[in-house]
T-cell receptor, first 114, second 110 residues
Framework: SAVISQKPSRDICQRGTSLTIQCQVD?????MFWYRQQPGQSLTLIAT?????????ESGFVIDKFPISRPNLTFSTLTVSNMSPEDSSIYLC???????????FGSGTRLTVV | GQNIDQPTEMTATEGAIVQINCTYQ??????LFWYQQHAGEAPTFLSY????GLEEKGRFSSFLSRSKGYSYLLLKELQMKDSASYLC???????????FGKGTMLLVSP
């Protein structure tokens, strides 16, 4: 299955600033997904990053707050903009596992906003 | 939309068998997934069911009944390292996105 390198693994940020999270995949994938996992909660899909077109955002998430880039089939970034303490979460990227029907996840970015 | 229910917590003893249930109500269906997540780590893919029946993979098995909107994950010969959160997720009929349940925290004791 694809191997995803996600960074940074963790960061502590000041409120009002922005953080960009990167995911690099070792193979070409059509779709990449960005999730958020708030403390003690399950995963919530933020958006689907499509190469060559704008990301598709889920209800409750907007491009101004979570801009996404997908310059090629192996790379994507998620930016958390104008951060507040409520944005403190783990952010994960995910891609389909070729031929297995499932999805693999990056190691996650643990974000704390102070 | 999707509604996915699974128990919040379960406890079991090392060497035993445990069944974690998941029920779902969805507008479309294109597969049910089980993930294992240890504290502080990313979820790890365990199994995938799209047709009715049982899928076995080593100590782990997953069952699906689409007519009942029901799945379970069966863990045999429990080990201490199986203590983790187990997430049930459903894929929409026309999309590739997953909706996750809140997860079941399994604690395996000696």
């Amino acid at each position: 299955s694809a191997v995803i390198s996600q960074k940074p693994s963790r960061d502590i940020c000041q409120r009002g600033t922005s953080l960009t999270i990167q995911c690099q995949v070792d193979s070409q994938v059509t779709m990449m997904f960005w999730y958020r996992q708030q403390p003690g909660q399950s995963l919530t899909l933020i958006a689907t990053a499509n190469q060559g077109s704008e990301a598709t955002y889920e209800s409750g998430f907007v491009i101004d707050k979570f801009p996404i880039s997908r310059p090629n089939l192996t790379f994507s970034t998620l930016t958390v903009s104008n951060m507040s303490p409520e944005d403190s979460s783990i952010y994960l990227c995910s891609v389909p596992i070729q031929g297995a029907g499932g999805y693999t996840f990056g190691s996650g970015t643990r974000l704390t906003v102070v | 939309g999707q509604n996915i229910d699974q128990p919040t917590e379960m406890t079991a003893t090392e060497g035993a068998i445990v069944q974690i249930n998941c029920t779902y109500q969805t507008s479309g269906f294109n597969g049910l997934f089980w993930y294992q997540q240890h504290a502080g780590e990313a979820p790890t893919f365990l199994s995938y069911n799209v047709l009715d029946g049982l899928e076995e993979k080593g100590r782990f098995s997953s069952f699906l009944s689409r007519s009942k909107g029901y799945s379970y994950l069966l863990l045999k010969e429990l080990q201490m390292k199986d203590s983790a959160s187990y997430l049930c997720a459903v894929r929409d009929g026309g999309y590739s996105t997953l909706t996750f349940g809140k997860g079941t925290m399994l604690l395996v004791s000696p």
